[in-house]
């Protein structure tokens, strides 16, 4: 039996272990199997529940023919002892069943999550391309519990099977025709309510993804309610969010119409079979064919029906719910990291060589990059990386407003095929010769693991996560307090400090809501000096500070590195002096190298320059 928390083991060398996201069934299908000892167990008890249904029109109606009619009364006792047995065994397994189901529950809820953790992990930089944000907050919370509500319902359906079995063989025994009648009608009816699933389906898709797109478009604005308030975008942004939330409502109510209509086709389905099974056994008894005891079971099997039945059609839009949930599960799940990699290592201070740009990193060195177009050297720091393009390509197409039937399947195999396609593109992007090599080994020829560890990348898109102040700088919690401070101080990050309550323990908000763009930026870069890596490779780190704590940076900042490799894209003067050479990128490649003060003779570099000179001022 699983504990709590649940231990998932994924994405280890054991293929039992992965989950199987060759279609969404195979992914339901691989949930039930992780946890087949609670969906055994769970079945079990479904089936014990079932009992008192079950076998109390049976031992009623032998109450009925053998002790009251004939006045035995200790027939009577034994009979209604036997039927009290029952009852209470289906009290105790029905508290078994609850306790089994909520444990289920929160295995494939914490398990889906886990999952989720793992692979935003190891896909890194690659998730922000394959999925928004919001459909990975979507998947992790909506979606785990939809897996919980599937495999609960699947256990009792399979108890209810069983039941269903059980009651249709004492019919046989009884009466061969009423139960012939009830073994043909009840697929049929359950058969009945399948022209309803597709459209159902379709309705459920459609609103789960228009979810997908409010829960990243609150992300969005969250994270930008500060540059949404300097620019005054609140109510665009506001009316935008409402104008979604309305089509997820509309489409709310049509899943519920759908979901409405589901249910009112099995309880009047269940209803019939009902009235038929009461009609035939009246019309039976007065053949002669049935006693009384024997009529009145047959009215108790018939009612005892419909809840077997209602739990099938129950059972119907729980499995159509959790196939569009593992929908989208598994184009989270199903991406690997898009890098061959081989098994050569990287010496502690690596030679690094761009072949599209022509740069050299020599070790030891603080290299500055300067280009007047920002993205040719942003795009240098992730071949650098080796990163992915900093762009994301995940397309979610078209707003989709009421969509259903056919042309929601046709938008969802759109969007599919257009991140197939941004995936493969990936791929044969991280599968070839990188062009970036260390010491002359190409990148691809080296363990991504090694590569990470020795060479560091902090961008402009770097966050930080809700915690401490201490959490913040030191997330790994590997250093020494005195270590962390020197690094807020070489980030010239010491009034934020300063400013929160509680110091190293104050609290920093998630993405650093409560700080300004400043003290955010200079957070990160704090965070990225204590790491030490080999390389550092640091993008614009000073782009939101004023030019009196950039300087302070500046002049900080090479003590700090002196020994290790540093490279700073950048355009500030302020850095530039500081750095031991400059590197001016012109159309993406190096035009010219030299020391700051030897390069200002340059028109090119100085035309660069000299605007962040200008802005400064």
């Not at 494939?108 to 989720?116: E, I, S």
């Not at 909506?142 to 009651?167: H, K």
């Not at 249709?168 to 699933?197: E, H, I, K, Q, R």
């Amino acid at each position: 039996m699983h504990d709590f928390p649940p231990v998932l083991e994924a994405y280890t060398p054991e293929e039992t272990a992965r989950p199987d996201t060759r279609s969404p069934a195979r992914f339901l299908f691989w949930l039930l199997r992780v946890q087949a000892d609670v969906v055994v167990a769970m079945a079990v008890a479904g089936l014990l529940w079932f009992l008192p249904g079950a076998l109390s029109p049976l031992l009623l109606g032998r109450a009925i023919d053998v002790g009251i009619l004939r006045g035995d009364v200790a027939a009577t006792v034994g009979w209604a002892a036997l039927l009290t047995l029952v009852i209470v065994i289906g009290a105790a397994a029905g508290i078994a069943q609850h306790t089994l189901a909520v444990r289920g529950w929160l295995i494939a809820l914490y398990g889906t999550q886990k999952l989720v953790t793992r692979k935003a992990v190891q896909l890194g930089h690659v998730l922000s391309r394959r999925l928004p944000t919001g459909e990975v907050l979507s998947i992790s919370s909506s979606d785990s519990n939809t897996f919980g509500q599937t495999i609960e319902v699947v256990s009792r359906g399979i108890g209810s099977l069983a039941a269903f079995a059980l009651v249709c063989a004492l019919m046989f025994s009884t009466s061969p025709p009423l139960g012939w009648v009830v073994l043909v009608a009840a697929p049929l009816l359950v058969g009945a309510a399948s022209p309803v699933l597709r459209p159902l389906n379709a309705a459920q898709t459609a609103e789960r993804t228009q979810t997908g797109q409010l829960t990243s478009m609150a992300t969005d604005i969250v994270s930008g309610l500060r540059i949404l308030r300097g620019i005054g975008g609140e109510r665009t942004f506001g009316s935008n969010y409402a104008a979604q939330s309305q089509r997820v409502r509309r489409l709310g109510v049509a899943t519920g119409t759908w979901q409405a209509v589901t249910e009112t086709i099995s309880v009047l389905l269940s209803g019939m079979l009902l009235v038929t099974l009461v009609w035939l056994g009246s019309h039976e008894m007065l053949a002669g064919r049935l006693t009384i005891g024997q009529l009145i079971s047959f009215v108790g099997y018939a009612v005892f029906m419909v809840w077997p039945l209602q739990t099938f059609f129950e059972f119907a839009q729980k499995w159509v719910q959790g196939l569009v949930s593992a929908r989208k599960t598994i184009a989270l799940l199903d991406p690997e990291v898009p890098f061959s990699q081989g098994s050569a290592g990287l010496a502690d201070r690596p030679r690094l060589e761009d072949a599209v740009s022509g740069v050299v990193v020599e070790p030891g060195r603080f290299l500055a990059v300067v280009s007047a177009v920002p993205e040719d050297s942003a795009a240098l720091a992730d071949r650098l990386g080796r990163y992915l393009p900093t762009s994301q390509v995940h397309d979610e197409g078209a707003e989709e407003d009421e969509l259903t039937g056919r042309a929601a399947r046709r938008a969802q195999a759109e969007k599919d095929a257009r991140r197939a396609a941004a995936a493969a593109a990936d791929a044969a992007l991280g599968a070839g010769e990188w062009g970036v090599s260390a010491d002359g080994t190409d990148y691809s020829q080296l363990r991504l693991a090694a590569l990470r560890r020795t060479i560091v990348v902090s961008d402009t898109g770097s966050q930080l996560f809700a915690g401490t102040l201490q959490q913040a700088v030191d997330p790994w919690g590997t250093h020494s307090r005195q270590e962390a401070e020197a690094a807020l101080h070489a980030a010239a990050a010491e009034d934020v400090y300063a400013g929160l309550p509680g110091g190293w323990q104050g609290r920093v908000d998630e993405l650093g809501r409560g700080l300004s763009g400043g003290q955010r930026q200079r957070v990160v870069l704090a965070r990225a000096l204590l790491l030490d890596p080999e390389v550092l490779i640091l993008v614009e780190p000073t782009s939101a500070v004023d030019a009196h704590t950039e300087a302070t940076i500046a002049e900080r900042l090479v003590p700090k590195r002196r020994g290790r490799t540093t490279v700073v894209m950048t355009a500030s003067p302020l850095v530039l002096h500081y750095a031991d050479e400059v590197v001016l990128l012109v159309d993406g490649r190096e035009a010219v190298r030299g020391r700051h003060a030897e390069l200002l003779t340059n028109p090119a570099y100085r035309a660069v320059v000299g605007r962040g000179m200008e802005e400064d001022e």
